[in-house]
């Protein structure tokens, strides 16, 4: 089978640019939400991913593989891998272009197993733009910034509007957020960047 993935971005697509106000290359982002399997701190089992601004449209981030993340023994599973690279892709749009946007779909390709204990090292950058429309693709690297690479992903992220949250979050958690905003961990989008 051919490994030769078809062509990225699909369509033609304007150089997406940081937003002048995106985080300068070294600042740590923290979670977004208290809640989010990707990133939340009140999450027991979840990756706790960390991530960094980069230099340009990339972002860093890392997590380490726990017992709690196995499918085979001692291996993680695929879909919390495909878990890692969702959240640090949609790190990557929403810290670099200041917008809020959702996963219209994902695709990841599993190179090496990645071992419980292991730290995937995780790099993601803003490919392309098209009207709603972003590309981004990253690649995961086992243990250290520069070691065997163990995954790519390639993702088309859509902007949306804040709506999309308040319409279709459940009731119980909006309102929880409402009487606690700190459960949101960052400050909110520019409504108009
Ligand atoms: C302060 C800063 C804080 C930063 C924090 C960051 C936190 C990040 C946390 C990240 C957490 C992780 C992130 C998460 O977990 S995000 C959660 C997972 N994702 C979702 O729940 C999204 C569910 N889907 C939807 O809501 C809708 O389908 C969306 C909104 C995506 C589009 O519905 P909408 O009705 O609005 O628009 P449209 O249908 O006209 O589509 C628009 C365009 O897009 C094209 N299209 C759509 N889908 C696909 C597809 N599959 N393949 C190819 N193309 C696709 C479509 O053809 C069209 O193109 P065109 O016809 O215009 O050419």
Redesign the pocket.
């Known amino acids: 089978m051919s490994r030769v993935p078809p062509p990225w971005p699909p369509?033609e697509v304007e150089t997406a640019h940081r937003h002048p106000d995106a985080p300068p290359p070294g600042t740590k982002?923290g979670p977004?939400y208290a809640h989010?399997f990707?990133?939340g701190d009140e999450v027991e089992h979840g990756l706790h991913l960390q991530t960094e601004a980069g230099e340009g449209t990339a972002i860093h981030a890392q997590f380490t593989v726990t017992e709690a993340h196995q499918g085979a023994p001692g291996l993680a599973h695929g879909g919390l891998l495909a878990c890692a690279f969702?959240?640090a892709?949609?790190?990557t749009?929403?810290?670099q272009l200041?917008r809020p946007a959702?996963?219209?779909?994902l695709e990841t390709d599993f190179l090496a197993p990645v071992p419980v204990g292991s730290t995937l090292h995780i790099v993601g950058t803003l490919d392309g733009i098209?009207?709603?429309?972003v590309y981004a693709s990253a690649e995961g690297r086992l243990d250290a910034p520069d070691g065997p690479l163990a995954l790519r992903a390639r993702a088309?992220?859509?902007i949306?509007d804040f709506r999309?949250f308040v319409e279709?979050g459940r009731a119980e958690d909006l309102r929880a957020v409402a009487e606690n905003p700190s459960l949101l961990r960052?400050?909110?989008?520019d409504i108009n960047p």
């Open positions: 369509v982002f977004h989010c990707g990133c969702d959240e892709l949609g790190v749009v929403g810290q200041r959702v996963t219209g779909r098209a009207g709603r429309k088309l992220f859509v949306v999309h279709h960052q400050s909110r989008f």
